[in-house]
């Protein structure tokens, strides 16, 4: 399943790398389905399905659906390496697909001549050499550039662009040929990677007629997604998305949709937001936008439809829960994401809180000290705070928040390759929150929200309630490019808990666990339900409250 805050912006770049942690620009990471499975036979079994809807998702060409399910599966069934290459293929699919619906890059490489492809692939290499976490195998990415072009040769979208009046055979011949050549040939360097993309280039086009820039530019994506899941080239139009993000305001409709079952669903409206005024609902079923229909187009290519420049209009067809359609017209404004929901007293006889973080952006450390003014003036005694599903955002903007609970010592400590990216966050005794905290996790609670959740952890400042975290334990630098009108997504550092913990591949666990079958479920104004059983991990939460208040009350009352 794969999640979209769907938005467009147009902004000029003023940062030459910001610190992001955030697991995905588009996307929220489910954990595998929990199962306990007794006999060796019922495993291979359940296997087998895992492998067995996965290839019916490939065959349909369902690349956003496929890509989840082998991300779950793959932690669900580590170590299997045939997993892992059916990831890489439907990744791959999938960064294809949504390049070629993406207008900003179709318009780049439009513009681009040879040189100023290999430029930005030069770039692009610089990038990896002088800033990765780790030394570059670049016999490794130059095969992973590869393979990217090999797979793109196979795919709809981008033959329609490139290899329109060119046959089927000659463009079999040519994947046939592509890996023997790069094979034949060392990358000891990044020039000589750069210059094997060039070779291969002249070659297809002599070969197949096809344009040189767009070769290179499949090297050049296949470099960035070979080096790590969260590594990746990025289009103007997704480094603008990414700049939103951060900022936290968008130009869009306003909506968060995921993909079930080939189709668009509305999993939150932003209140106030264009979607909001227009009757978008959360459950709602998108199934057209501006009359292509998801019928006759992947829920990826649909979802890039909505995005638009600001005071453009799209006409959305839609499905509500009892299968009635309807078409709504809305304008792409201006849209404020709030990094905390649901602002609320739980329990205000007890002065129980809550609040829901929903991402970490330049906003959250204002957003959250609103939130605390709020329910301190409404009698707050214990707060939960909810981290569940928040798949990360700024680095710093986590570490602002756990800075507001934790008095002293280190919040978080980053290490990487370069001395520059070693450096100890710690925390500033003035204006700490002393309140009693639960703070609720989840297997989609990744990279900045585990920077918070442990640091809570290792402190010892409060009770981390429900499930492991993700385990994205890496910190991202966003480097806009001086060659072309995009930029990279770069894993730069590794990033540890105060206690010296790995996040990756560990996640942060909870000191109570409580484990669900469903998610929460939420009313249609966005808030939790009224009652706490409908989501056992917050009923957990307000019984460690309660728990903790009745025993502070029973202390005062022996001390007096």
């Known amino acids: 399943m794969r999640r979209w805050i769907f938005k467009s912006l147009a902004a000029p770049l003023c940062l030459s790398a910001v610190v992001f942690c955030g697991a995905a620009t588009v996307t929220t990471r489910l954990p595998a389905q929990q199962l306990e499975l007794t006999a060796p036979a019922a495993a291979t079994s359940h296997f087998e399905e895992v492998l067995n809807q996965g290839e019916l998702l490939e065959r349909a ?150 344009a040189e820039p767009a070769i290179i530019l499949e090297f050049a994506c296949g470099a960035m997604g070979g080096l790590d899941p969260y590594s990746s080239f990025l289009s103007a139009a997704q480094l603008d998305d990414l700049f939103s993000q951060i900022e936290g305001n968008f130009v869009g409709l306003g909506i968060e949709l995921k993909t079930v079952n080939n189709s668009l669903e509305v999993v939150g409206v932003i209140e106030g937001s264009p979607a909001d005024r227009g009757g978008m609902r959360i459950g709602d079923r998108i199934i057209g936008v501006d009359g292509q229909t998801t019928r006759d187009n992947s829920p990826d290519v649909i979802a890039d439809m909505l995005k638009g420049p600001e005071g453009s209009q799209a006409i959305v067809t839609l499905v509500d829960k009892h299968d009635a359609e309807r078409r709504l017209r809305v304008i792409r404004e201006r849209v404020d994401v709030p990094s905390v929901e649901r602002v609320q007293m739980l329990d205000q006889q007890q002065g129980v809180g809550y609040f829901r973080i929903t991402s970490f952006q330049k906003t959250t450390s204002r957003d959250v000290d609103a939130a605390l003014w709020k329910l301190h003036r409404e009698g707050l005694r214990y707060l939960i705070i909810d981290v569940r599903g928040n798949p990360g955002g700024l680095l710093t903007g986590s570490v602002e928040v756990a800075d507001k609970f934790v008095q002293q010592g280190t919040i978080v400590s980053t290490r990487g390759r370069s001395a520059q990216e070693d450096f100890d966050y710690k925390a500033h005794n003035v204006g700490t929150w002393r309140v009693p905290l639960v703070v609720l996790i989840d297997g989609d609670s990744a990279s900045a929200s585990e920077i918070f959740a442990g640091a809570i952890h290792d402190h010892r400042r409060g009770t981390i309630v429900g499930v492991r975290s993700y385990g994205k334990g890496s910190v991202q630098g966003i480097f806009p490019l001086q060659t072309s009108k995009a930029g990279v997504r770069l894993t730069t550092a590794k990033f540890f808990s105060p206690s010296g913990q790995a996040i990756s591949d560990r996640g942060v666990s909870p000191d109570v666990e409580v484990r669900t079958t469903a998610k929460p479920i939420i009313g249609e104004d966005g808030a939790p339900g009224t009652a706490s059983d409908v989501d056992p991990v917050l009923q957990a939460g307000l019984q460690i409250a309660h728990s903790q208040l009745s025993q502070r009350a029973l202390s005062t009352r022996d001390n007096q």
């Open 61 to 210: 060409r369902r690349w956003g659906e496929a890509l989840g399910h082998y991300e779950a599966a793959v932690k669900e069934f580590p170590g299997q390496a045939e997993l892992k290459d059916r990831l890489t293929r439907s990744r791959i699919h999938f960064d294809l697909g949504r390049r070629y619906a993406d207008g900003s890059y179709l318009k780049s490489l439009g513009e681009m001549n040879t040189a100023a492809a290999l430029e930005l692939y030069g770039e692009i290499l610089l990038k990896i050499h002088t800033h990765y976490v780790e030394a570059p195998n670049w016999q490794e990415l130059l095969a992973r550039g590869a393979k990217q072009l090999e797979t793109a040769l196979d795919e709809p979208a981008f033959v329609a662009q490139n290899l329109r009046n060119v046959s089927p055979d000659a463009i079999a011949a040519f994947r046939r040929e592509l890996p023997m050549l790069v094979a034949s040939r060392q990358a000891q360097n990044r020039q000589d990677a750069q210059q094997m993309a060039a070779d291969v280039a002249y070659r297809a086009a002599q070969q197949l007629g096809i």
